[in-house]
């Protein structure tokens, strides 16, 4: 790929060129391991564009990326921010560089590059991608710009606005699970468990039977059985479906072309999903690089003082939220640390006295080949369950807040280390939005579609989930319904096409009642 | 700024300006950007638009922060609506809004707007633009391809790369030496005009009142300066006398005295009469007042209208603001007249929020 419309030349210079082969000298003795790695050097308003593109020159066109540069370009016309890099997860990897930028922020940019490069490769929730996406956006991007010509813009923007407003309705462990049975949903063959599923009878002399199995109890309970059956016959989807998308892309009533844009922003969907799934440890990974490399090989003495500021401005902690990047390296740092000293394991947690555990050092040297294992097989949600520790928090000093509603604002909540873990796994997980799933698409056995939202203690917000709704009956053709709960009340949201209407619902289809293993 | 981004960028800005898309509208939201420009705080506004999505409400959200503070303690502003967006971490003391040039909001103002009816006429003219292929690039649809350019490169490629057989003189062109023709936005001249501005400057309009007018009339002439070039016009002020003056002194002017809205009307008609005849120029007149008149002067200024200007000129606009002293009429006489007249235009404004409005009325497209 090449940027066609620069007036200049976006190949390395010499110089750059020369410390590229440095840097990756550096990286590759330490062991990282990357896809070839093409640097391209842009201007601001070039690099501005790419990144609105999420990377992307030749992405399909839409107003939303418009919005995108607006910003990035006022802040950076402004002072107020700037981008030094860019890395695509790709085979060959891309690379953008700020053509303006000072050589050892290029330097230390280049370092961080190759950090990025080797997690996309190695790490396990980046397998499913696709290394080829820069052709396939591109191919996305031909596709929907035939579609645009062909049916009119307006009304495929009017369509795409409806898909990217449902475009996080994914389940992201799909690509690593089998969710669907192999068996055929059109086998109707009888199960052979047939007298498995009538009513159980107690064992009982002839006398006692009709008071151990009594007969009425026994009819109800049958009955009972042949209502699931048949309710599990006529059930569609078989189980709760995640992937919304999909669920639509199969079944809702789309025109050809319609069919192939959702699947674009579904396929697009998922190629971004790892990048949000493993945020702090990319970044963290890619810090921990660039430190190692730049602070033991790259620098040179004259360069320190501006590497130092950049890399204090990145690693600045914010109070409002995490910064992925501070926690991140520090707790790869960390890992690393307990893996030298052998602060882990049975031993060290059941140690009960305070100075043993502070003297603790066992000289094991297993922290780089720990690390590595760990950018390997996991993602954030599972690094911060597995390796924060209450020390750990402590010394970086992290606070839970919780919102206040009388002040209607944020306010500072506790520095215990069970509720920050909380509360930051829980805005990890599912990338903190809710959980959705399809659970019917023959509603009241008319056609329409039933939504189930997993309630975990946080209710929706009402006119955003009552607008998208809108935009899912759009999709669907049909009436479209969401159970959830609002202020500790089972409700039904629905949608007709025309009109919103809530409902409170009885006790029995409380969807906590029904939040089951299954739909996990 | 690359076309493709260009593209998307405008049909961004054109969503937010409401021109197209309704749909879209509730969920623009006004954001900013607080900058520095010197030792001022400055609000650089940041409209977006956010599709919705099924999201978490704030009551029971939390999150991790870093550094200092109590169990207590706030952490953001409080927040209007109690909805979970970024936390807002404005400073306080007053903040300048800055971002949009006077082009720029004419611009904003303009694209719903045009000089209606407007004819080629004579020689000297206003401009407009028009794309014009003039320069080459090295993207583009193949229709534009420059074959001569293409086929030229292609051959210096494959000398300078020892494929080029003299004897066997192929020349196959690869993607690189593709050239492209692309156009650049060239003026064009048009046709001609000229804007005739009259405004009332009598005792009865108090400075807020002339402080609409002027609001009003300046930014008509911003648009159509920032729309069509070279469009001549004339400034004439009036109480119960009418005078032709400057651009400076029409906008600065303060006099006071009684109304005759008719010296005006006939000070505009000698003016068009002399140097722009009408068969060679566009002529817009736009009259400002509080409606105020002397009431003998009113038949005088409706047979002025009727039998000398309103043949002669393309459209006349008539805005008049909210009399504190007087009734007014002169609009009631002007609607009727407009009825049959569809080259005169009345509106009404009756505080600044409405001259957007007015500005609206008197230029809309389409007539």
């Known amino acids: ?520 | 700024m690359g076309q493709k981004i260009e593209r998307d960028y405008q049909r961004f800005r054109k969503i937010v300006r409401g021109k197209v898309k309704s749909n879209l509208n509730k969920y623009i939201t006004r954001g900013e950007l607080i900058g520095k420009k010197g030792n001022d705080l400055v609000s650089i506004p940041l409209p977006q638009i956010e599709l919705p999505q099924f999201r978490y409400g704030s009551k029971g959200s939390g999150g991790v922060g870093q550094g200092p503070a109590k169990p207590g303690q706030p952490l953001t502003q409080p927040q209007d609506d109690g909805d979970g967006n970024q936390a807002g971490d404005s400073p306080g003391g007053h903040i300048l809004e800055v971002d949009l040039t006077i082009e720029e909001l004419a611009d904003i103002l303009g694209d719903e707007l045009a000089l209606p009816r407007i004819e080629p006429k004579g020689k000297k003219n206003i401009v407009t633009s028009r794309d014009k292929y003039s320069s080459i690039r090295r993207a583009g649809p193949e229709s534009l391809r420059h074959f001569k350019r293409t086929f030229k490169k292609a051959l210096r490629r494959q000398i300078a790369s020892g494929t080029y057989q003299p004897e066997d003189p192929i020349v196959i062109p690869i993607r690189e030496d593709k050239q492209y023709r692309s156009w650049k936005e060239v003026p064009l001249p048009q046709s001609v005009a000229v804007i005739v501005y009259m405004m009332d400057v009598s005792g009865s309009m108090t400075d807020h009142q002339k402080e609409i007018v002027r609001i009003e009339a300046f930014w008509i002439d911003t648009w159509i300066r920032a729309h069509y070039k070279g469009v001549e016009r004339v400034y004439i002020i009036h109480d119960a006398a009418a005078q032709e003056v400057d651009e400076h002194t029409f906008y600065h002017t303060r006099e006071s005295g009684g109304t005759k809205i008719s010296t005006a009307y006939d000070l505009a008609r000698q003016i068009i009469e002399q140097r722009y005849p009408p068969q060679d120029w566009n002529v817009y007149a736009f009259h400002f007042s509080d409606g105020d008149n002397w009431g003998d002067d009113v038949p005088h200024c409706m047979e002025l209208l009727k039998n000398e200007l309103l043949p002669r000129i393309n459209l006349f606009g008539y805005a008049q603001v909210e009399s504190p002293y007087g009734s007014g009429e002169f609009l009631e006489h002007m609607k009727e007249l407009a009825e049959e007249a569809e080259n005169l235009i009345c509106s009404r404004v009756p505080d600044r929020e409405a001259i957007v409005e007015s500005i609206k009325e008197l230029l809309s497209t389409g007539r």
Request: net charge negative.
């Open chain 1, 1 to 520: 790929m090449s940027l066609n419309q620069t007036r200049y030349d976006t190949r390395l210079t010499a110089e750059l060129r020369r410390l590229q082969l440095e840097i990756e000298g550096y990286a590759r003795e330490y062991g990282l391991d990357f896809f070839e790695t093409i640097f391209e050097v842009l201007d601001a308003d070039d690099l501005n564009e790419v990144a609105a593109y999420g990377g992307f020159p030749t992405r399909y066109p839409h107003w939303s990326f418009g919005m995108q540069y607006e910003e990035l370009k006022k802040s950076y016309e402004y002072g107020l921010s700037k981008i030094y890099e860019m890395v695509i997860n790709n085979d060959p990897c891309y690379a953008y560089l700020m053509r303006c930028n000072h050589v050892v922020d290029q330097k230390l940019v280049m370092a961080h590059v190759y950090g990025h490069c080797d997690f996309f490769k190695n790490n396990q929730y980046f397998a499913h991608t696709n290394r080829k996406m820069m052709d396939e956006m591109a191919n996305h991007g031909t596709r929907i710009r035939h579609y645009a010509e062909k049916y009119g813009e307006d009304e495929v923007e009017t369509f795409m606005d409806r898909c990217m407003s449902v475009d996080d309705l994914i389940d992201i462990h799909s690509p690593a699970i089998k969710r669907r049975s192999t068996t055929s949903r059109y086998d109707f063959s009888p199960e052979p468990a047939d007298q498995a599923r009538s009513a159980i009878r107690f064992k009982s002399k002839g006398y006692m039977d009709a008071y151990v199995n009594p007969p009425d109890v026994l009819k109800r309970e049958e009955e009972e059985f042949r209502k699931q059956e048949a309710e599990q016959q006529v059930r569609f989807p078989e189980s709760p479906e995640k992937d919304v998308l999909l669920f639509l892309i199969e079944h809702a009533p789309l025109k050809g072309w319609q069919r192939d844009v959702l699947s674009i922003i579904r396929d697009e969907a998922y190629y971004f999903a790892p990048q949000a799934q493993t945020k702090i440890m990319n970044e963290g990974w890619a810090s921990y690089w660039h430190s190692t490399i730049m602070t033991k090989h790259a620098l040179t003495p004259s360069e320190v003082v501006d590497y130092c500021d950049h890399h204090c401005g990145t690693m600045a902690p914010y109070r409002g939220r995490i910064n992925p990047y501070k926690l991140g390296i520090e707790l790869f740092r960390d890992i690393e640390e307990r893996w030298n000293t052998g602060r882990f394991g049975k031993d060290y947690e059941e140690c009960d006295d305070l100075e043993t555990k502070r003297r603790w050092s066992l000289d094991l040297k297993l922290g780089r080949q720990k690390i590595f294992e760990v950018r390997r097989n996991h993602c954030d949600v599972t690094f911060i369950d597995e390796f924060l520790t209450a020390d750990f928090c402590k010394e970086q000093g992290y606070f839970s807040f919780n919102y206040d509603e009388h002040g209607h604002n944020y306010v500072v909540e506790s520095r215990e280390f069970k509720k920050v873990k909380e509360r930051l796994l829980f805005n990890l997980t599912n990338f903190g939005k809710p959980f959705i799933y399809v659970v019917d698409g023959n509603y009241r056995n008319r056609g329409e579609l039933l939504l189930k939202h997993e309630h975990l203690g946080i209710d929706l917000k009402l006119p955003y989930a009552q607008d998208t709704l809108a935009n899912l009956q759009a999709l669907w053709s049909r009436p479209v319904h969401l159970q959830t709960v609002v202020e500790e009340k089972p409700m039904l949201l629905s949608y007709d096409g025309s009109e919103h209407s809530n409902k409170t619902l009885g006790e029995h289809d409380d969807p906590r009642r029904h939040a089951s293993g299954k739909a996990r």
